[in-house]
């Protein structure tokens, strides 16, 4: 089945610890996206690649980078985790940009900052 | 700005009984909307979405929404709750406009089903 994988499920880090989460997809997705979920809170968008292009949200912290080296896969770079950071991130993928193009997520890293 | 409101943080329902799950946004005109569901660490699974045409929309696991434009709601609706259906679901809405792609959510409920 075509699908949005993450790895690790689930990553410990320590404070100011450099941490790298992975997404891939089988789905061919032009269009990859990596969302912040904090407890009890709605996902926020924290960027995403069009193919090879990169847009990041306004508000995304400068701590957060991210890479794409191929149509499959999707890193999320956090350079200094502080505690703020333990969160579920979730990736994303769709076909097209605009909102009516489907998003499927994948099952989600859930990370913790000691 | 979009904006969504979900304004029921937690329900609880009893297994076999009827759900509605409440969404309000804030949109100069008919946004594109969707319901989405997140069992415990899981990633989202999209229920259902509105575009245009028929108002009442058929979603995955027995789940429709009704948009109404008066309202500017778009409730998640099921008859008969099953206790698989203990989950988180978002509303969201997305802009028709241009090439924006954002999704906005809303904060989400909770949804215990007892026995």
């Known amino acids: 089945d075509a699908m949005v994988i993450q790895n690790p499920r689930y990553q410990v880090t320590q404070f100011g610890k450099p941490v790298t989460l992975s997404c891939s997809q089988t789905?061919?997705?032009?269009?990859m996206y990596w969302y912040q979920q904090k407890s009890s809170q709605a996902p926020k968008l924290l960027f995403h690649y069009y193919d090879k292009d990169f847009n990041n949200e306004a508000d995304t912290p400068d701590n957060f980078q991210s890479r794409r080296p191929n149509t499959s896969f999707c890193f999320l770079d956090i350079r200094s985790p502080g505690l703020g950071d333990a969160a579920m991130y979730l990736c994303?993928?769709?076909?097209?940009?605009?909102?009516?193009?489907?998003?499927?997520f994948g099952p989600g890293t859930r990370l913790t900052v000691l | 700005a979009q904006s969504v409101t979900q304004p029921d943080i937690h329900i609880t329902v009893s297994e076999g009984a009827s759900l509605e799950l409440r969404c309000n946004y804030s949109?100069?005109?008919?946004?594109?909307l969707f319901w989405y569901v997140q069992s415990p660490g899981q990633g989202l699974q999209l229920l259902l979405k509105y575009f245009s045409g028929d108002t009442l929309v058929q979603g995955i696991k027995g789940f429709e929404a009704e948009f109404k434009r008066s309202q500017s709601s778009f409730n998640l609706r099921k008859p008969s709750v099953h206790w698989s259906d203990a989950a988180e679901y978002f509303c969201a809405v997305g802009d028709r406009g241009g090439s924006n792609y954002k999704l906005t959510f809303g904060k989400g409920t909770l949804l215990t089903v007892n026995p």
């Open positions: 789905l061919n997705h032009n269009v």
């Open positions: 949109y100069g005109a008919t946004p594109y």
């Open positions: 994303a993928t769709s076909r097209g940009l605009a909102s009516d193009n489907e998003q499927f």
